[in-house]
């Protein structure tokens, strides 16, 4: 069993930027690959972006790339979602999610096997 707590979420200005993290704990977090999604009121779950168990591989959804960065600390057992130029329609509740794999790659389209609760993004002036 993994656990998954996400933080950082809050109020941005619209062009401002926010470092969302994800900690997780109890399991095997270096075989896992970790994937972030989010979901505004009365829209679909969206995948954001992934990265592999070791962090050489990574993807992004067209709607973020160049703006968002997914990194990871496997010492600290933490992956970082740095969000940049970050728009109101980046408004939504933010999920990181776990997928224990052999692969050394990541795929957003993967049934994940771990959630965290969420943290809440808002986007206003």
């Known amino acids: 069993q993994l656990q998954l707590v996400e933080s950082g979420g809050g109020l941005v200005q619209p062009g401002g930027s926010l470092r969302l993290s994800c900690a997780v704990s109890g399991g095997a977090f270096s075989y896992s690959a970790i994937g972030w999604f989010r979901q505004a009121p009365g829209k679909e779950r969206e995948g954001l972006s992934c990265?592999?168990?070791?962090?050489?591989?990574?993807n992004y959804a067209d709607s973020v790339k160049g703006r968002f960065t997914l990194s990871r600390d496997n010492a600290k057992k933490t992956v970082y979602l740095q969000m940049s130029s970050l728009k109101p329609e980046d408004t939504a509740v933010y999920y990181c999610a776990a997928d224990v794999t052999v692969s050394r790659s990541c795929d957003l389209l993967k049934k994940y096997d771990y959630w965290g609760q969420g943290t809440q993004v808002i986007v206003s002036s």
């Open positions: 990265i592999s168990r070791s962090g050489d591989s990574t």
